[in-house]
């Protein structure tokens, strides 16, 4: 697709990303390979043909959501 995103995010984060089959994917940023700039990108997920990200987010530490 055309379309991505980017957020800031640190080492002991989970992120959550949801499909347009409504699969959701949770993992580590720890867990993901740090890359130069001239990189095209890191790959987090294989996924069918034709299906999308339609949104990702942080997942909330507990000592965040007692401060919201």
Request: proline content about 0%; overall charge negative.
């Amino acid at each position: 697709g055309g379309g991505f995103g980017a957020m800031v995010v640190q080492e002991q984060d989970q992120i959550i990303v949801l499909t347009g089959e409504n699969k959701m994917i949770r993992f580590g940023v720890g867990d993901v390979r740090v890359c130069s700039r001239s990189a095209q990108g890191v790959k987090l997920v294989n996924m069918d043909e034709g299906v999308e990200v339609v949104s990702f987010d942080r997942i909330l530490q507990e000592s965040e959501i007692e401060e919201i």
